[in-house]
Each structure stands twice: as structure tokens, then as C-alpha cells.
């Protein structure tokens, strides 16, 4: 069976499939010359990130196609339906990078109570000069121990936030439109224990937290879930983390509560119209910013790369048990 991977693949999960004898191919083909190459070598899985587009152009050119795998989580880049339509099988990997995109909302949130992110943009060309006067200024720091945490969507990366969260001593409170967890299972130093964690109703979450971190995808209409009305309820003074989508929240409602005090400084790695982000809301002193990386790391691509491995493998031993 032949296999391409145009956005890349992990060694590990390029070994897997080399070993299960597929015929694996990895180098990048433009997007307007894609289907000439799925066509010409025949394959039968087109494997994919964020970068390679698989419309209705592709599907109805490429007969010979039978399965798109995406790495990663989103599915923006792939006409899902229309596959479907066709027959054509569409798999993704949604778990493999909860870890990463929770350890980055961490790395924003440390940052935030530290004013490291404003530390960092100044000590280079002035830590020789201002050296005191920064000190002063980024020396009323906060712990994060013992703040109240709230989380907006409990699903897969949620849910790995709060353990990170509660390992740091914060308290976890959410709230999501369907699931009810009401305890976590973690582990410490390899010995399992279970955590009671508290579903809350929106409006309780914001008045209670000391921050807060969304973790829902976006909204069909991509109306914002936090806009000028969550912002009036939030207590001020917090902290607040974005790595679900830019849609998820209201960014002209986030530059006003950045300036009014209401949103003591903000964490964000998702916007509204990437690749080319709100200036305003780049140039705010109070942000601590990241270029959509929640999932990318060497440790998620690996995963990725394997799932996508394991993926395919079951999909063969299913079609070729059903022509069998
Ligand atoms: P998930 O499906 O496991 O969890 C989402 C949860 O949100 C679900 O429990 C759902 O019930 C809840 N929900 C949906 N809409 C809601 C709403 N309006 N209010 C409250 N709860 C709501 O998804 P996940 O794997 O945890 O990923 C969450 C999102 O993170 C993704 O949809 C994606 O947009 C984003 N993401 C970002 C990156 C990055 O690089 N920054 C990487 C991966 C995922």
C-alpha cells in the first residue's frame, strides 16, 4: 500500500510503517502539483498537518485515494463531509498533543505572575543599563499556589491542564457545555491517586477565578465563547490563557479588559486571523505571546506520527479482512 506524508512524519511512526510494508514516501509537493503526484505514484493514503489542503479539488482527482490521515487535532484543512461522500476514510490524532498544548499554558501562566515575558523583551538591550529599574518593576511577582484556576472546556486538554494546575498547588474549578468529570486520575512519582475536581456554571467560573485557560473548539458561527459580557464578570485583576482558537475570544473585548485593568495581562498563542494576528492586540504591554506552538513539540509529533502509524495498519487489517 502506498502511503505519503506531504506535511512530514515522525521517524518513529515513518519505522512503524515501513515495517508493517507500506510504501512510504515523505517529500513535500506543492499543493498545485499534489495531485498529479498522488495520481503518478498511486497512493492510497495521504497523510497531512496543517499546511496541505485536501478539498473537493483533490478528492474527486485522485480515484485512487482511500484514506486521509491528519496530524494533529483540527480538521480546517480537509473537506471532511465531502470525503465522507466519497467514501473516502478521514482519521486524526486528538489526543496525541493534550500534554504539549498544557505544558505551553503553564509556560504562559508562570510567565504572567513573573513578568517574564516583559523581562525577557527588555534585559538584552537593557539589563546593563536598568538593571535596578526593572528589578523594581518586575519584582511584584505572584505564586501560582493556591490561586483558583478555571477551566473552560474539560476535554482532553483540559483535563491535562488541571493535573498540571493541582501539581501546582492551584485550585481547579470548570465548566463545559457536556462533560461532568468529577475526579482526575494522576500519579506522582509513578504511585496513581485520584483528585475531586468541581464542575461549575459559567458565570461562577468567571467571578471565582484568578485565571482562567480555554480549552473549547470553536463555535460553528465562530462566535467568541468569552466576549464584552464574560469580561464585565471575570474578577479583575486576573489572568487569562488562550490556546483553544482566536474565535473563542472576543479580541476587541480582550484589548479593552487589557487596558482597563479587568485582565491583568494575558497568555495567547491562537488568533483571530492568523497568519496575520491584530497588530493592537500584538503591540499590548501586557501579553505574553506565542505563534500558534500549543502542539508542537518533538514529543507530540512522535506521538502523532505513531498514532497515524497505528491508524493506517488498523484500516488495512480492516479493508483487507472486508475484500478477504
Ligand atoms: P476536546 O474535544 O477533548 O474538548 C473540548 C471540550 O470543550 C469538550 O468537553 C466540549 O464539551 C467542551 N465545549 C465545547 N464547546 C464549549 C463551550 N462553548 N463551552 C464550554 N465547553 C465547551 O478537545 P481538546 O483536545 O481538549 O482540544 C480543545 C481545543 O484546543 C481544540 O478544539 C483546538 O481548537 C485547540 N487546540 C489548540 C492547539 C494549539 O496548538 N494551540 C493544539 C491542539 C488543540
Known amino acids: 500500500m502506498r502511503v505519503h506524508a506531504n506535511d512530514g512524519i515522525s521517524a518513529e511512526g ?25 495520481n503518478a505514484q498511486k497512493v492510497d493514503a ?53 500534554i504539549s498544548v498544557a505544558e505551553l499554558v503553564m509556560a504562559h501562566l508562570f510567565s504572567l505572575t513573573r513578568d517574564l515575558y516583559k523581562a525577557n523583551r527588555r534585559m538584552p538591550g537593557e539589563g546593563a543599563t536598568a538593571f535596578k529599574e526593572m528589578k523594581k518593576a ?12 478555571g477551566v473552560i472546556g474539560f476535554g482532553r486538554i483540559g483535563g491535562w491542564v488541571a493535573r498540571y494546575a493541582i ?9 463545559d457545555r457536556h462533560a461532568t468529570v468529577d475526579h482526575l486520575d494522576m500519579e506522582f512519582n509513578g504511585i496513581p491517586f485520584s483528585v475531586g475536581i468541581k464542575m461549575v456554571p459559567m458565570e461562577e467560573l468567571l467571578d471565582k477565578s484568578d485565571a482562567i485557560t480555554l480549552h473549547v473548539p470553536s463555535n460553528p458561527d465562530n462566535s467568541p465563547v468569552l466576549g464584552a459580557k464574560e469580561f464585565a464578570q471575570m474578577k479583575r485583576g486576573m489572568l487569562l490563557v488562550n490556546t483553544a ?37 500584538l503591540a499590548q504591554p501586557n501579553v505574553s505571546l506565542s505563534p500558534h506552538i500549543g502542539a508542537a513539540t518533538a514529543e507530540a509529533q512522535d506521538r502523532i506520527g505513531i498514532e497515524l502509524a497505528e491508524l493506517l495498519i488498523a484500516w488495512r487489517d480492516e479493508v483487507t479482512v472486508d475484500r478477504g
Open 167 to 175: 501539581g501546582a498547588g492551584m485550585k481547579v474549578i470548570y465548566t
Open 46 to 98: 495521504l497523510l497531512v498537518r496543517s499546511a496541505t489542503k485536501v478539498g473537493k479539488d483533490i478528492l474527486d482527482a485522485c480515484p485512487h485515494l482511500r484514506l486521509v490521515g491528519r496530524g494533529g487535532v483540527g480538521m480546517d484543512n480537509i473537506d471532511v463531509a465531502y470525503a465522507k461522500q466519497k467514501g473516502v476514510r478521514v482519521v486524526n490524532t486528538p489526543a496525541s498533543s493534550s
Open 245 to 281: 482558537r482566536g474565535t473563542s475570544v472576543d479580541e476587541q473585548a480582550l484589548i479593552k479588559a487589557l487596558k482597563d485593568g479587568t485582565v491583568k495581562a494575558a497568555g495567547i498563542d491562537v488568533f483571530r486571523n492568523e497568519p496575520t494576528p491584530n497588530t493592537e492586540l
Open 14 to 38: 515513518k519505522a512503524l510503517m515501513v515495517q508493517e510494508e507500506f510504501n512510504v514516501t515523505t517529500e513535500h509537493v506543492p499543493q498545485e502539483k499534489l495531485a498529479d503526484f498522488l
Open 138 to 149: 518586575y519584582g511584584n511577582g505572584a505564586e501560582l499556589r493556591g490561586k483558583t484556576l
